[in-house]
C-alpha cells in the first residue's frame, strides 16, 4: 500500500468564524493526529503532518469551502478518513466532503474562482441592492494593499456575477472570478465594502465562502457518513434562519 | 455570540478569538449544576489558556458533577473599552453568563504585576471592589503564587487561599454547597472558611498554615485539557512531573511555596503523557516542574516518551534545566527533543555569588553544558542573571560579561551556531526566603548596574535583554507589602494603571501618582527589613520555620564576609569583599 493524498473540505460557522486561519490550521492539524489516520509527516526541523491548505477566509466569514490536501503513508477508504476527521472537529468545524486526489486534480493553489453568499435582514433589501450596484459597477474603486502601502484599485470585471436570492433570507451571491494581478480577493473586496457601510455593518447578518471551484469537491462522501453539500445547506440555511452568526 | 455585544463590534477589536470560548475538550454544560464557580485569570487570554494552575483548579472542578465550572480572562483594552461603552458585565466565555451571577469567583494570582487587572476584573463584572462592600453576588477568592504574602490584596478578596489548590478548591465547593443546603449567611461561610487548612479570610482573622497537596505524586493532571482557541504563550501540553524543589536557592520563593519535593512515576507520567497527547491531538510534551533536572529518572522518562510515541510528529520540550550532568545525559537524547530554545538560569556571574544565593552550579559545569549542545537541535541559547543580588560587589557584575566571553569562547572552540541572549533582571527580595529581609537596589542602582554590565558586554555578540527597573522596585513593594500598599494598588488602578507587565502598557505615571495620594514611600517596602521585628506576612505558616530562613540568611552572610567559595578550584579572595549594597 503506498501513499494516498486526501482532499478534505470543511465548513466554519458560529465561533469557528473568529479564529484566524493559522489557528484553525492548528486546530485542524490536531484533528489528523486525534484522528489516528498514518498521515505523512514533513522533513526539516519542525515535522508536522503533511498537509496544504487552501486560501483563506477573512476572519469572522464563515465558510463551506476550507479546503486541506493531507498525505497519508498507506492507503485507507476516503470515507473511513472522513469518519475520522469529523469525530475530531472542534466547535463550528464541519466535515463537508473528502475525496482521494487524483492526477490531474487541481492544486489548493491554483487561481480560483470563488462564490461567497451575503445575507441580509428582512429589511435591508435596499441595502442588498446597493451591494449589488457596488459589486458589478465596473467603475467601483477601492483602497487596497499592505498598510502604508494602499493604492487605489477599480474593480473591473473582478465580480463575473451577483445574483439576489430572495430567501427567507435575503441574500446576494457574488462571484469573484481568479484573482487577476493586483486585483485584490473576493473576501479583501467585501471587506472594503463593509468598511464603508459603518453603523448598517448589522442589515448584513452572515457572510460565507460557499465554493472555491478549483477546489471543489469532485465526489462527496456517502450521505450514511457526512453531510452532503444539500445538507450542509439546509443545516445552514437553519442556523441562519435565527438571526445568529454575522 | 456575545448578548449586547453584535458580532460585527467583536470583529473590530483584537484576538476576538479569546472571548468566544468553545475551545476542543471544553466540558459540556451541566443540566442542573448546584454550584457555579468561576475561574478568572488576570492576564491575556493566551496566557491564561497556558496557566496550569487554571487547568487543574478547572479540570478538578469539571469532574464534580454538581458543579458548573467555567473560565474568564482580562478582556485587552480594546474590548473593555467595548464592554464598557456599551455597558455589558464582565462574562464567562463558555456561557456568556455575567460573572456577578457565579457563585463563587476563584482569581489567579499568578505573578505580582496581575494585581491592578484583578481589581479590573472585579470591576468590571460589577461588583464593589473592596470585600467589606460586597453582601451579595459571588465570594471572590484568590490564590496563586503571589498570595504568598497576601496581605496586600487582602481587602479586595473574601478569601485568599495559600498554597496548593487541588484539595482546596473541592473544600471551598463542599462549603458552598453546604452553605446553599443549609442557608448560611456570607458572614457564616467566611467564619466557617476561615477554618479551613490553607485560607486567609481577612475578615476573620486566624492563623493560616500553607495548604499541601500530599497525594500530588499519586494523583493525575487534567486528561483532556483545553486548546486555547489561538496560539498560547507555551505551544506544548504540559505533563507536570514533580512539584516542589529540593535546591534551596536563597533568593526563590517559588522554592519554597512549592515544598516538599513530590515526584510522580515514570510509569505513571508515561500513562498520563498517552492520554493527553490523544485528547488534545497535541504534538509537543512539556515536562514541566521548577527543575527537571531533579527529577530523579529524568533519563528514563526521556528514552520512554521518545519510545513510545503516539505521534510520528511527536517532541518533548524540557524547560527549567539545571546547568549540571543530568542535563548533559538529557542532551544525548536529542532526537526527542523539540527543536526550540534551551533556557538556563546562572543568576550570577561569579562563583562567589553564586554560593551565597546557594545556586549549586559551577563555571565549569556551564561551560560543559553549552559545549554539550553541540549536535543537538537547541538553535538558541538564553541566560537568566539578576542584577543587585544581596552582597553583590562590582567583581561579581563584571563577571557576568566574563562569563558569558567564556561561553562564547567555548561556541567559537566547538564550532557552535547558537544564538545567545542574556537577559538581566533586577533582584526582588521575596517573602518566605533567607533573603526576605534584604535591601532591595533602587531603580538608579540597578540602572546604574545594568549600563556598567552592557558595557562589559559591548564586545560580546549577544542579545541583550533587561526588565525595566522601575518595574522592579514596584514588585519588590507589591511582594513586601502590608495593607497600605494595598491603597497604593487601589489609587494606581484608579489612575488607569492595567495590564502592568506588558512593556507597552506599563504606566510609571500612574503608579508615581498612586505613591502619592496614597503617601506611601515606596522604599518602606524596599529597604533592609529587622530579623527582629515580624514581618507582615509571618502571620502565616509557611511550613518552613523562620529559624530556618534566618540560619540560612546568616550562612550567606558568612559567606560574603569571608569571600570564599565552597566549590573546590576556585580561588578565595584574599580581600574581605565591600558588597555594594549592604544587605
Redesign the interface.
Known amino acids: 500500500m503506498g501513499d494516498m493524498k486526501v482532499r478534505l473540505t470543511f465548513s466554519r460557522h458560529e465561533s469557528a468564524r473568529f479564529i484566524s486561519h493559522l489557528d484553525a490550521m492548528n486546530h485542524l492539524l490536531r484533528a489528523v493526529r486525534r484522528s489516528g489516520l498514518p498521515y505523512q509527516v514533513t522533513q526539516g526541523c519542525h515535522p508536522r503532518p503533511k498537509t496544504s491548505f487552501g486560501p483563506p477566509v477573512a476572519l469572522g466569514f464563515a465558510s463551506r469551502c476550507e479546503v486541506m490536501d493531507l498525505t497519508l503513508r498507506e492507503s485507507v477508504p476516503v470515507e473511513e478518513a472522513a469518519n475520522l476527521v469529523r469525530q475530531q472537529l472542534p466547535i463550528g468545524f464541519g466535515l463537508v466532503s473528502a475525496v482521494a486526489v487524483e492526477p490531474g486534480m487541481p492544486p489548493l493553489t491554483a487561481e480560483a474562482e470563488t462564490e461567497f453568499r451575503l445575507e441580509f435582514a428582512p429589511d435591508a433589501a435596499e441595502l442588498r441592492e446597493t451591494a449589488r450596484r457596488f459589486f458589478l459597477d465596473p467603475e467601483t474603486r477601492i483602497r487596497a494593499g499592505k498598510p502604508g502601502q494602499e493604492r487605489e484599485v477599480i474593480l473591473a470585471g473582478a465580480v463575473s456575477e451577483a445574483r439576489l436570492v430572495d430567501g427567507p433570507p435575503l441574500a446576494l451571491h457574488l462571484i469573484f472570478a481568479a484573482p487577476a494581478k493586483g486585483i485584490p480577493s473576493g473576501a479583501k473586496i467585501i471587506q472594503a465594502f463593509l468598511a464603508g457601510l459603518g453603523d448598517r455593518r448589522p442589515q448584513i447578518t452572515l457572510i460565507e465562502r460557499v465554493r472555491i471551484s478549483a477546489a471543489v469537491a469532485v465526489r462527496q462522501v456517502s450521505p450514511n457518513h457526512s453531510q452532503t453539500q444539500q445538507e450542509v445547506t439546509s443545516e445552514f440555511a437553519k442556523n441562519s434562519g435565527d438571526g445568529g452568526p454575522v | 455570540?456575545i448578548p449586547g455585544i453584535?458580532?460585527?463590534e467583536?470583529?473590530d477589536i483584537e484576538?476576538?478569538?479569546r472571548y468566544?470560548?468553545?475551545?476542543?475538550n471544553?466540558p459540556q454544560a451541566k443540566a442542573n449544576p448546584q454550584l457555579t464557580v468561576c475561574l478568572a485569570f488576570p492576564d491575556l487570554y493566551e496566557l491564561g489558556m497556558s496557566n496550569l494552575g487554571l487547568r487543574i483548579l478547572y479540570d478538578r472542578l469539571a469532574r464534580d458533577e454538581r458543579i458548573q465550572v467555567e473560565r474568564t480572562f482580562s478582556p485587552w483594552i480594546d474590548f473593555e473599552r467595548l464592554l464598557r461603552r456599551k455597558g455589558v458585565p464582565l462574562f464567562a466565555v463558555e456561557s456568556k453568563r455575567p460573572v456577578r451571577d457565579f457563585d463563587l469567583l476563584g482569581i489567579t494570582l499568578p505573578y505580582e504585576m496581575t494585581f491592578t487587572n484583578v481589581l479590573n476584573l472585579i470591576d468590571l463584572a460589577g461588583l464593589p471592589l473592596l470585600a467589606k462592600d460586597r453582601c451579595s453576588g459571588p465570594l471572590v477568592i484568590g490564590g496563586g503564587p503571589s498570595a504568598s504574602n497576601p496581605v496586600p490584596v487582602a481587602e479586595f478578596f473574601d478569601a485568599i487561599l495559600v498554597g496548593d489548590g487541588e484539595d482546596a478548591i473541592l473544600d471551598i465547593a463542599d462549603l458552598l454547597l453546604q452553605a446553599k443546603t443549609r442557608g448560611w449567611r456570607r458572614e457564616e461561610v467566611l467564619e466557617r472558611l476561615a477554618a479551613i487548612e490553607g485560607y486567609f479570610v481577612p475578615r476573620f482573622p486566624a492563623p493560616v498554615k500553607r495548604r499541601v497537596y500530599k497525594e500530588f505524586g499519586q494523583s493525575a493532571p487534567p486528561l483532556k485539557p483545553l486548546?486555547s482557541?489561538?496560539?498560547s504563550v507555551h505551544d506544548r501540553m504540559p505533563l507536570e512531573i514533580f512539584r516542589g524543589c529540593i535546591q534551596g536557592c536563597r533568593f526563590c520563593n517559588a522554592g519554597f511555596f512549592y515544598r516538599p519535593k513530590r515526584e510522580r512515576s515514570v510509569n505513571d507520567l508515561c500513562g498520563w503523557a498517552q492520554q493527553i497527547?490523544?485528547?488534545?491531538?497535541?504534538?509537543t510534551l512539556g515536562l514541566i516542574s521548577l527543575s527537571t533536572s531533579d527529577y530523579s529518572c529524568l533519563g528514563e522518562l526521556v528514552d520512554r516518551l521518545g519510545r513510545e510515541k503516539r505521534?510520528?510528529?511527536q517532541t518533548l520540550a524540557v524547560p527549567s534545566l539545571r546547568m549540571n550532568d543530568q542535563t548533559l545525559t538529557l542532551l544525548e537524547r536529542i532526537d526527542e527533543m523539540k527543536?526550540s530554545g534551551l533556557t538556563f538560569a546562572p543568576e550570577a556571574g561569579s562563583q562567589r555569588l553564586r554560593d551565597i544565593i546557594h545556586k549549586k552550579i559551577t563555571e565549569d559545569e556551564i561551560l560543559h553544558v553549552i559545549a554539550a549542545t553541540k549536535g543537538s537541535?537547541y538553535q538558541s541559547i538564553k541566560l537568566y542573571f539578576m542584577m543587585g543580588l544581596p552582597f553583590e560587589t562590582e567583581a561579581d557584575l563584571d563577571a557576568i560579561p566574563e562569563l558569558v566571553f567564556r561561553i562564547e569562547d567555548v561556541c567559537r572552540r566547538e564550532r557552535l551556531r547558537k544564538d545567545l541572549t542574556i537577559s538581566l533582571s533586577g533582584f526582588v527580595p521575596k517573602p518566605f526566603t533567607p533573603f526576605q529581609w534584604c535591601r532591595q537596589a533602587t531603580p538608579q542602582e540597578l540602572f546604574e548596574r545594568r549600563q556598567r554590565v552592557c558595557q562589559g558586554l559591548r564586545k560580546s555578540r549577544a542579545r541583550i535583554s533587561w526588565r525595566d527597573e522601575f518595574l522592579c522596585l514596584l514588585e519588590g513593594v507589591l511582594s513586601r507589602g502590608d495593607a497600605q500598599v494595598g491603597k497604593v494598588l487601589f489609587e494606581a488602578w484608579k489612575a488607569g494603571a492595567t495590564f502592568d507587565g506588558w512593556c507597552d502598557r506599563f504606566r510609571e505615571d500612574a503608579w508615581k501618582q498612586a505613591f502619592e495620594r496614597a503617601a506611601v514611600d515606596p522604599t518602606t517596602y524596599t529597604r533592609e527589613m529587622s530579623v527582629d521585628q515580624p514581618l507582615p506576612w509571618e502571620f502565616i505558616d509557611f511550613r518552613t520555620p523562620r529559624a530556618y530562613y534566618l540560619d540560612e540568611y546568616r550562612r550567606a552572610t558568612d559567606l560574603a564576609r569571608v569571600g570564599s567559595s565552597s566549590v573546590p578550584g576556585v580561588v578565595e579572595s584574599a580581600e574581605p569583599v565591600k558588597p555594594l549594597v549592604e544587605a
Open positions: 455570540m453584535s458580532d460585527w467583536l470583529l484576538k476576538p478569538a468566544v470560548g468553545g475551545e476542543w471544553q486548546i482557541n489561538i496560539e497527547l490523544q485528547s488534545t491531538g497535541e504534538e505521534y510520528p510528529d527543536k537541535n
